[in-house]
């Protein structure tokens, strides 16, 4: 298949792409609207400023690509992989991360508004200096995951395994833990609760 979806300056609405790869590309302002890309793989790729609007992944692979600067908004991102891609200073409003692979994504300095992350692994992700309001991660695998300098406003941790997580205790305002996760969260604050 030729690529004509990932050119630079590519605007694509209203489309559906099926089983295409491409790796090791250099592409700016690429973007797509009510569009749905299924078994999608853009690998070791550089697509800065992506916007993605109103649309669907399903079964894609992003690993080890760079779409920083990015856009999402009103998406969902469904069994999709995102191993070590970078998401940096980029944008999230209303989007769905859906039983997806995304150890080591890297998400600094991003904006994440409205975002729901429902059984992904994330090991290793790196989210310092972002700002997440209104964030869920339901049942996600966090191990490890750096949320230093990061800002928290209404954020759900519930379900998920924090193990090992990297958290600044006075960068958050309403954080949602269960039982388990608030015993983890008090020995970060090196306290120690006897009898």
């Known amino acids: 298949m030729i690529n004509k979806y990932f050119k630079k300056d590519t605007s694509n609405k209203k489309c559906e792409i099926k089983d295409f790869s491409l790796s090791n590309i250099d592409v ?9 890309l299924f078994n999608i793989n853009i690998l070791k790729s550089n697509v ?3 916007a993605f609007i109103k649309s669907r992944t399903e079964k894609c692979n992003f690993s080890n690509t760079k779409l920083e600067n990015s856009y999402f908004k009103d998406s969902v991102i469904f069994n999709s992989k995102t191993t070590g891609t970078s998401f940096a ?8 991360f859906e039983k997806s692979k995304m150890d080591m994504s890297n998400f600094r300095f991003t904006n994440l508004k409205k975002i729901e992350f429902n059984d992904c692994v994330l ?3 790196d989210f ?30 519930r379900g998920s395994d ?3 997580i990297k958290i600044n205790i006075n960068n958050f305002k309403e954080l949602t833990v269960n ?12 306290l120690n609760v006897r009898d």
Not at 28 to 36: D, K
Not at 139 to 157: G, N, P, R
Not at 179 to 190: I, S, T
């Open 28 to 36: 700016q302002n690429v973007s797509f609207e009510l569009s749905r």
């Open 48 to 50: 800065s400023d992506f």
């Open 89 to 96: 200073d980029g944008e999230f409003q209303n989007t769905k």
């Open 123 to 125: 090991v290793n992700a």
């Open 128 to 157: 310092q200096g972002a700002k997440l309001k209104n964030v869920s991660f339901l049942d996600c695998d966090l191990k490890s995951v750096d949320f230093s300098q990061a800002d928290f406003t209404k954020v759900d941790l």
């Open 162 to 164: 924090v193990g090992g």
């Open 179 to 190: 039982p388990y996760q608030a015993v983890y969260l008090v020995g970060l604050l090196g």
